[in-house]
């Protein structure tokens, strides 16, 4: 799949589409996603979501915080949050490659499948993760749980009706994988791959269900110590 994919096809106004035709069940994992992040935001806290779109997660995160940064490769999609929100500090970037300096922030997230969809390799989106948070912060990246596979496939079937996405490749789909015949293809990370990318990249992470619908990986930079990559 082409990593510009969303930036080309998949932006603004038709991203946000694709939550709006969302089941109810569907629905309740999104927000579960954003209840489970807001419990780790403290006011003043400098939060940087990868992958951040319109703004549907990190838009109410930052109101808690205060401070929030958004990066995304789709430039429509950062106008659109720049318009609705432009208290918001937003920019077009590879996250493989951040521009900020080493310990710039409080909590790095990555939510929604973003670890699989934005097809920077996973140790590069760490590392990278790891360098820009501070001591004592927090990394959350999270993807799909196993069990949440039927809602997941019903909800890209109708974004396939809709048009959003190119017709399903029924032969190609299934076990976690969906592929669309205009290249798309959604993977998800289970927790024994999260499980090991924490160790390639010589942390502690805890991985765990939410709403039986995320698999997190939840990552803690010890406050005696931080990445020097």
Known sequence: MDRSYYAKKLSSVRLERVYAIAS?????????????????????????EL????????????????QGWG?????????LFHQRDPERLLAAMDVG???????????????????????????????????????GGRILLSSYATGFWSHRLA????????????????????????VCRDGFRSTTFSPHAFEKLAKDCNVTAQV???????????IRVPACQASGR
Request: aromatic fraction near 8%.
């Open 24 to 48: 109810p069940r569907v629905k309740q994992y999104l927000q579960a996603e954003i209840d489970h992040v807001a419990g780790f935001v403290k006011p003043g806290d400098r939060v940087l």
């Open 51 to 66: 992958g951040c779109g319109y703004g549907r997660v990190l838009g109410p995160l930052a109101r808690i915080a205060g």
């Open 71 to 79: 990066v995304d490769n789709a430039l429509e999609s950062l106008r």
């Open 97 to 135: 490659v951040l521009a900020f300096k080493a310990h710039s922030f409080d909590l790095v997230l990555g939510v929604q499948n973003f670890i699989s969809a934005c097809k920077v390799a996973p140790n590069q989106l760490l590392q990278e993760s790891l360098r820009v948070v501070r001591p």
């Open 155 to 178: 909800w890209f079937r109708r974004q396939a009706q809709e048009g959003l996405l190119g017709p399903i490749d029924q032969g190609a789909t299934g076990k976690g994988v969906i």
């Open 208 to 218: 765990y269900l939410v709403d039986d619908s995320s698999v997190f990986c939840e």
